[in-house]
């Protein structure tokens, strides 16, 4: 059957339908035909002829036209004289082969846009496809080789490709940068201006690694090509393991966690200033903490704390806290799977409606990295 059908003329698995609608109006026609012995009916078979020219190739629409226009001398009523009947038959011939072209011209110019659509998707698909390839190259292939931290991160994009980033950047043998970003909307736009914030900010430290002109040089460079439509939320921390303290700033971003190993309390690193991008001038005041042994530094996305179960219930900044406490005394890449693992349990069938970045930061002063 398939040899009868017009390319792209049916979905697949449904070859027999078009031959179980067309006979079976031909054989509805021609029993209206035979049982209304007023009138003859055979105009009637141009439904059956219009279904076969959507769905079969030229030569057999046109071989049931013809087949069509004797099916009256069978079923129909008889004609007065053979002028009668080759006249309507001539009629008939011409209307039937009329309609049929007139119906395959038509389904040739949808089944050609059609084609025509799918080749833009698939060019589409395959253009968004590199693009997540060029974007997962800004993402770290390694873990970075500063002796007393213990460093672990993801992305998961909630689509193909995402606006979330995460990096560390080694400014010495002693010091290092680690970034969690998240800019404004979703898909293209946002991955696009995502791409250009982590190439700069993985640039940034060969200019100058001191964490505000970073901030400084980021916000006029995002805020000249989006004129604040679209921003960045971040948080940019430095760590220094020789004076073990952290210095950091919190643009709009969710809050950072930072888990005391002596007190088993977590302190929120809160955000000082708007987005990155947002205003001409970004005003922002740097941060600095003291760290010890064992503590355990945590940086997200909201895509971690907006997660939403089916009951539209969010995992929340609470729930993230219970896992760090619980798991302080892990390894940062367990801690960054324990945090993984649970958010997606608790969104169970209903997934990431959002890009989940998470960077697990674990203060081993004292040890060498492995």
Not at 119 to 146: C, T, W, Y
Not at 308 to 320: H, I, K, T, Y
Not at 349 to 365: H, R
Request: hydrophobic share 45%; with cysteine; proline share 5%.
């Amino acid at each position: 059957m398939p040899e009868f059908l017009r390319d792209d003329g049916t979905p697949d698995g449904s070859n027999w339908l078009p031959f179980f609608l067309i006979f079976g109006s031909m054989a509805a026609v021609a029993y209206a035909d035979y049982i209304v012995v007023s009138i003859s009916l055979g105009y009637l078979y141009v439904l059956p002829l219009g279904i076969s020219a959507i769905f079969l190739r030229n030569e057999i629409c046109y071989s049931l036209a013809v087949v069509c226009v004797f099916l009256p001398d069978l079923f129909g009523p008889p004609y007065p004289s053979m002028d009668a009947r080759i006249g309507h038959n001539l009629t008939a011939l011409v209307g039937f082969v009329f309609v049929v072209a007139i119906i395959q011209r038509y389904a040739a110019q949808r089944n050609a846009l059609a084609r025509e659509v799918r080749n833009q998707r698939d060019a589409l698909l395959h253009d968004v496809e590199l693009a997540a390839q060029v974007q997962r190259m800004f993402l770290p292939g390694s873990k970075p080789s500063i002796p007393g931290l213990d460093v672990a991160g993801m992305m998961q994009p909630a689509r193909v490709v995402g606006g979330d980033f995460y990096g560390y950047i080694p400014v010495d043998a002693h010091r290092m940068q680690v970034v969690v970003a998240d800019v404004s909307g979703k898909g293209v736009s946002a991955a696009l201006l995502m791409s250009a914030t982590a190439a700069a900010l993985q640039f940034q430290p060969s200019q100058g690694p001191d964490v505000q002109q970073t901030i400084a040089r980021l916000n006029s460079g995002i805020h000249a090509v989006s004129d604040g439509e679209h921003y960045v939320t971040l948080v940019l921390a430095e760590i220094d393991t020789s004076a073990r303290s952290l210095r950091y700033m919190n643009c709009g971003h969710n809050p950072a966690l930072l888990l005391r190993r002596k007190t088993g309390q977590v302190e929120t690193l809160d955000s000082s200033c708007p987005p990155v991008g947002m205003f001409e001038q970004e005003l922002c005041e740097l941060s600095r903490l003291e760290i010890d042994t064992g503590d355990v530094l945590v940086f997200y996305t909201d895509g971690v704390t907006e997660a939403a179960n089916r009951l539209e219930e969010e995992f929340g900044l609470q729930r993230l806290t219970s896992i760090v406490q619980e798991t302080s005394s892990l390894s940062a890449e367990e801690i960054m799977r324990a945090i993984s693992l649970q958010t997606s349990e608790f969104c169970q069938d209903n997934g990431f409606s959002d890009d989940v970045t998470i960077l697990v930061v674990k203060c081993e002063f004292g040890k060498s990295p492995e």
